[in-house]
């Protein structure tokens, strides 16, 4: 099973979910009490909190197929605007509730406390699952820290254990907790307009050209330079000479998230050697030290030598604007489901959104962005939300896979 699940991992995506799921395949389940280096934007007090590391390969092969690809007809269930944030393969999450409400709330009516221990109480429900409870807790996977309380729901496949969470949820709604229990998706809004336009059939169109002239004369234009894979220097390169070449006012990075755009403004405006300048182009260091650095198996390197900080060191010296695209927050990524179709969906808006209306701009991120099948990629939401924007694509990666 470790190796099917990893051979899912590997193949179906270059996320950052996926990609580190490939090196935690083999994460035993361990649990330890300690504080967690920082708490989710989704709980509203400082508590310490008990770190939760559940079984990655027991939560995950629930979704696989035999061949140890996800099950493609799950995807579809989750494709949907979520008023709650959902669950992390079965495990749901929850507001901080102490332990005493917990079992006052759902026993005896609905449940029967079968196991407790420092850290969670298990509830046997009379529909017949099982549900262990973490309060105050941090879910700890993929080698990441999601400050956020969870219960783990059982099911031997993902349809049992879907079924399951919302038989959960549902008890929670019927008693007038949700407000206690569930948290609002922060992307709500955001999912209803990708709810309503994932119903379209066209696809923008993209011109595919490497003549760099054709696209400058363009007032208001988006080239597109995919990523391939996550840590693939030779697309950085592709940009560079983009870059280079070309006549851009401005470039919107995955790689760069929206809460790190106060520090691009100052990088942006502030003159090359000045104090402004330096202490910002030191922050992006700092970022670039941590984020998207070793991806794709490559070794860790400095902030400096990160080639994504190349990138924006070259787009600064080219006059060129940096934009961070990616507002999806690793709640949302983990408990919204943010690595499937729909959730890929709703980032791929985002980043249309968080581009500059008007001038030349350059796009730079993975491919799945671009070339999904379905008419939701970056590009279809300008045609729709910005149809003045003509867009262009580098010859080298073509975006064969649009129908």
């Known amino acids: 099973m470790k190796k099917l699940i990893n051979k899912y991992i590997t193949t179906t995506a270059t996320s950052a979910l996926v990609m580190t799921l490939a090196a935690c395949g083999a994460t035993a389940e361990t649990q330890t009490a300690e504080a967690a280096p920082e708490v989710s934007v989704a709980q509203e007090t400082q508590v310490e909190r008990y770190v939760h590391t559940p079984n990655i390969i027991d939560l995950i092969k629930r979704y696989l197929s035999p061949e140890g690809f996800m099950d493609p007809a799950f995807p579809p269930t989750v494709a949907y605007a979520r008023e709650y944030l959902e669950d992390f393969y079965g495990a749901q999450a929850i507001a901080d509730v102490s332990r005493e409400e917990i079992i006052a709330d759902f026993t005896p009516k609905f449940a ?25 807790s941090t879910l700890a996977a993929l080698g990441m820290n999601i400050g956020i309380s ?26 007038g907790k949700e407000a ?14 990708v709810e309503d336009h994932i119903k379209k059939t066209e696809h923008a169109e993209v011109t595919v050209t490497s003549d760099l002239d054709l696209v400058a004369k363009e007032e208001d234009s988006l080239y597109i330079v995919q990523e391939s894979v996550h840590g693939n220097r030779k697309d ?27 520090i691009l403004d100052r990088y942006n405006q502030a003159e090359i050697g000045s104090p402004e300048f330096n202490q910002a182009r030191q922050e992006l260091i700092d970022y670039f ?47 919204g489901y943010g690595e499937t179709m729909f959730g890929g969906a709703m980032r791929s ?15 730079f991120g993975g491919g799945a962005h671009f070339r999904t099948p379905h008419p939701i990629a970056v590009q279809d939401y300008l ?3 910005n149809p003045k924007v003509k867009v262009f694509s580098n010859a080298e990666q073509k975006h064969k896979d649009r129908k």
Not at 296 to 309: A, D, I, L, Q, R
Not at 349 to 363: A, D, V
């Open 112 to 136: 029967e406390v079968t196991a407790s221990d420092d850290h969670s109480v298990t509830l046997k429900f009379k529909e017949g699952f099982t549900a262990q409870f973490f309060p105050n």
């Open 150 to 175: 969870h219960v783990v729901v059982n099911g031997d496949h993902w349809e049992k254990s879907r079924a399951n969470v919302k038989a959960l949820t549902d008890i929670i709604k019927s008693i």
């Open 180 to 193: 206690d229990y569930l948290l609002k998706n922060p992307f709500y809004a955001e999912e209803k307009i």
């Open 236 to 262: 950085a390169d592709i940009l560079l000479e983009v870059m280079r070449k070309g006549k851009f006012d401005f470039l919107g990075m995955e790689m760069l998230n929206t809460s790190e755009q106060h």
């Open 289 to 335: 030290a941590e984020a998207w650095n070793g991806r794709g198996g490559k070794p860790k390197t400095s902030g400096e030598e990160n080639y994504y900080f190349e990138i924006c060191e070259a787009a600064k010296k080219a006059g060129i604007d940096i934009y961070g695209i990616e507002e999806a927050t690793l709640e949302y990524i983990f408990f």
């Open 349 to 363: 808006y985002q980043w249309s959104e968080n581009i500059p209306k008007e001038g030349r701009g350059l796009i």
């Open 383 to 385: 045609a729709t939300f």
